[in-house]
């Protein structure tokens, strides 16, 4: 639509009879050539293949996901199977499952720094491991994993009852049956 304006009159301003009264009119251009038709069709099909291409690129690349997706999820139900059923076979599997050992079972360890307690590993090669064997024994990072394993396994593993909070604000009582002079 093309419009034509005899004043500048701001649309905002202006109520529509002002608008229409200032000399703007409305005019629609409805002579196309023959090229500028086709030429519009031929952009509407363009958009349309665009779209229909878009659509099978993004069912193609949903296809090879899902297919990544199922095979994952295959081999992990895999493992949980045999891990469930060696827990079957070792007589574990009243105590735990595989969500507890995935959870609450921490890592086994052979190693325990002496002093920073949070150090464990099974690892000799582990950078805090070396730099402490620069200096002090294998033993002793042995002999402090002995000493704490079980209580760590046993802290670990057990439920902790959270306590509760109580407040010990009571509000003061009103009786008056105490007050002096009564009695």
Partial sequence: MAK???????KKLASKSLYEKAGYVEVKVKN??????????LQKQKREAIKEFD??????KMSARHGQIENT???LEDIKKMVS???????LSGAYDLK????KVPDYYIYQHPTKK????NDKQAQWVVDFLKRGSEQTLIDTANKTRNEYFISQTTKTKKRNKTTT??????????AEGIG
């Fill in 32 to 41: 196309k050539t023959p090229e500028q038709l086709e030429i519009e069709g």
């Fill in 100 to 103: 507890k050992i995935a959870t």
């Fill in 169 to 178: 604000n009571t509000p003061p009582t009103t009786d008056t049956s105490q």
């Fill in 118 to 121: 949070i150090l464990k590993t």
């Fill in 4 to 10: 034509i304006a005899a004043k500048k009159v701001s």
């Fill in 73 to 75: 999820w295959k081999k």
């Fill in 55 to 60: 659509k099978r690129i993004k069912a193609k």
């Fill in 85 to 91: 059923q060696a827990l079957k076979d070792s007589g």
